[in-house]
C-alpha cells in the first residue's frame, strides 16, 4: 500500500516535497514513480527511481524537479522547485517490483502498486 503526502497551493516559483510511503512494498526492491494528473488530462509521467539510485525525468521536470528514496524510511520523496501553473495536478506515486522485466518507466500500466493522489496547485 502507497500513501502519498504533502500536497497543498503555492505561488508560482516556489517549492513542494512531496512524499510517498510505502507498507508492504519494500522499496529497496522496487521501482518507484510519480505521475500526475491535470484536470481533463491523462496521468503523464513526472520522474522514476530504481533501486540503486538511476532516475529519470520528463523534460518538462528537468532542472526543477528532483526523486530520492530512504529506504530505512520506506519512503520516496519527490522535491518540486521554480514550480509553474502548468504543474498543477493530482501528484501519484507507484511502485513495480524491479525484478520483473521489462520495466518501462514513463508507463502507467507497467506499475502495479498506487497510492491515492496528493493534489498540488500552483498559482500564477
Known amino acids: 500500500q502507497l500513501q502519498a503526502s504533502g500536497g497543498g497551493s503555492v505561488q508560482a516559483g516556489g517549492s513542494l516535497r512531496l512524499s510517498c510511503a510505502a507498507s508492504?512494498?519494500?522499496?529497496?526492491?522496487?521501482?518507484v514513480g510519480w505521475f500526475r494528473q491535470a484536470p481533463g488530462k491523462e496521468r503523464e509521467f513526472v520522474t522514476a527511481v530504481r533501486p540503486g539510485g538511476r532516475t529519470y525525468f520528463a523534460d518538462s521536470v528537468k532542472g526543477r524537479f528532483t526523486i530520492s528514496s530512504d529506504d530505512i524510511k520506506n519512503t520516496v520523496y519527490l522535491e518540486m522547485n521554480v514550480l509553474k501553473p502548468e504543474d498543477t495536478a493530482v501528484y501519484y506515486c507507484?511502485?513495480?517490483?524491479?525484478?520483473?522485466?521489462?520495466?518501462?518507466?514513463?508507463?502507467?500500466?507497467?506499475?502495479?502498486?498506487w497510492g491515492q493522489g496528493t493534489e498540488v496547485t500552483v498559482s500564477s
Open positions: 508492504g512494498v519494500p522499496f529497496s526492491r522496487s521501482n
Open positions: 507507484a511502485a513495480r517490483n524491479s525484478l520483473r522485466v521489462g520495466y518501462r518507466y514513463a508507463v502507467v500500466g507497467d506499475y502495479d502498486y
